[in-house]
């Protein structure tokens, strides 16, 4: 109650179409890595491929004045990491564009709706790229790494 991403979330289970659908905060980044601009996507399937869900008509529109139209499969997407909020640096989660909305947000942590940066290429946000282990605070389990005392 009283927090405006509260009211403008929309995700939810949709019955007639019998999939979950999100609500997306898309902020597309500029090549300098400042946030250039920001809008938000209403019901969008949990099926659909991460970079099908953006809309290029808008993402197009915003980018008239800096370039040309931009091609959706050169664009990189990241989660932002809501975990590390109080921590100086940004740490954001690549996502996998060809993947679909559930998969990417699958295990992820996310407050209301998520926030997906976009950029124009994979280096402009490379430093602050962490795992889901690192950013979520989870340690990595050793017993995966082959080197285990155990005959069994």
């Known amino acids: 109650m ?3 991403r509260s009211a403008s979330n929309k995700s939810g289970y949709d019955k007639k179409l019998s999939t979950f659908t999100w609500t997306i905060e898309w902020v597309l980044v500029d090549k300098q890595g400042k946030e250039y601009s920001n809008f938000i996507s209403y019901r969008l399937k949990e099926t659909l491929p991460v970079r099908d869900a953006v809309p290029m008509n808008i993402l197009n529109n915003i980018m008239k004045e800096k370039e040309d139209t931009i091609d959706k499969d050169s664009l990189c997407f990241y989660l932002d990491n809501v975990v ?15 993947g679909s909305l559930a998969d990417a947000l699958a295990n992820k942590i996310v407050l209301e709706y998520p926030k997906i940066f976009i950029t124009l290429d994979s280096v402009t946000w490379s430093e602050h790229v962490v795992g889901e282990a690192e950013a979520y605070g989870l340690k990595e389990d050793s017993s995966d790494s082959g080197t285990s005392d155990s005959d069994s």
């Not at 590390?84 to 060809?98: E, M």
Request: net charge positive; charged share 15%; no cysteine.
């Open 2 to 4: 009283g927090m405006s």
């Open 84 to 98: 590390n909020l109080a921590q100086p640096n940004k740490s954001i989660i690549k996502l996998d564009p060809s």
